[in-house]
T-cell receptor, first 116, second 112 residues
Framework: ETGVTQSPTHLIKTRGQQVTLRCSSQ?????VSWYQQALGQGPQFIFQ???????GRGNFPPRFSGLQFPNYSSELNVNALELDDSALYLC???????????????FGPGTRLTVL | GIQVEQSPPDLILQEGANSTLRCNFS?????LQWFHQNPWGQLINLFY???GTKQNGRLSATTVATERYSLLYISSSQTTDSGVYFC??????????????FGKGTKLSVIP
């Protein structure tokens, strides 16, 4: 069974640039969520994708957008980068349906983004 | 939104000691998970525990959903237990949508 993978591991960008982060879900999982973890904080929910559509969103501006592909891999895009976007970005996958879900969200190793 | 509070924020233990980490949440939840984050940032799921008690080796967890708290017990701590422990609660928001809300974590340092 393949776990959740993310790329790249580290990334350095400058303010105003755009960035794309990538995630491959765990085999068999069809739901992916993205989280932002600032230094010293817990992860914060950005959004979730299910069946290639956004299925829930946290308190993040529209310059944070995403895609989910038919193979359940996903991208997180951030436009007009700001210094406060520097964080660890985590991807998590899980299996739907949820009514009697007994599995967990499985997290990838994260991408550490630094905005200068 | 739902609030998740963890205590203590920091904990220093001598190797071999026991500890209890607490997680309080402000509203009813569908599920609760405990994670360990290693120094490289990887979140490792420890327990998926919406209610009741579970044990895995030296770790155990108890969730009392009606009183909105969960406890993580670490016995005979080892230096490899060091890291940040997060509690995260999950709520369904309809149409299959759900999200984890994390606490700020408990930073555990186990010294030899």
């Amino acid at each position: 069974e393949t776990g959740v993978t993310q790329s790249p591991t580290h990334l350095i960008k400058t303010r105003g640039q755009q960035v794309t982060l990538r995630c491959s879900s765990q085999s068999g999982h069809n739901t992916v969520s993205w989280y932002q973890q600032a230094l010293g904080q817990g992860p914060q929910f950005i959004f979730q994708y299910y069946r290639e559509e956004e299925n829930g969103r946290g308190n993040f501006p529209p310059r944070f957008s995403g895609l989910q592909f038919p193979n359940y891999s996903s991208e997180l895009n951030v436009n007009a980068l700001e210094l406060d976007d520097s964080a660890l970005y985590l991807c998590a996958s899980s299996l739907v349906p949820l009514a009697e879900r007994t599995d967990t969200q499985c997290f990838g190793p994260g991408t550490r983004l630094t905005v200068l | 939104g739902i609030q998740v509070e963890q205590s203590p924020p920091d904990l220093i233990l001598q190797e071999g000691a026991n500890s209890t980490l607490r997680c309080n949440f402000s509203d009813s939840v569908n599920n609760l998970q405990w994670f360990h984050q290693n120094p490289w940032g990887q979140l490792i799921n420890l327990f998926y525990i919406p209610s009741g008690t579970k044990q895995n080796g030296r770790l155990s967890a108890t969730t009392v959903a009606t009183e909105r708290y969960s406890l993580l017990y670490i016995s005979s701590s080892q230096t490899t237990d060091s890291g940040v422990y997060f509690c995260a609660v999950e709520r369904y928001s309809g149409a299959g949508s759900y999200q984890l809300t994390f606490g700020k974590g408990t930073k555990l340092s186990v010294i030899p």
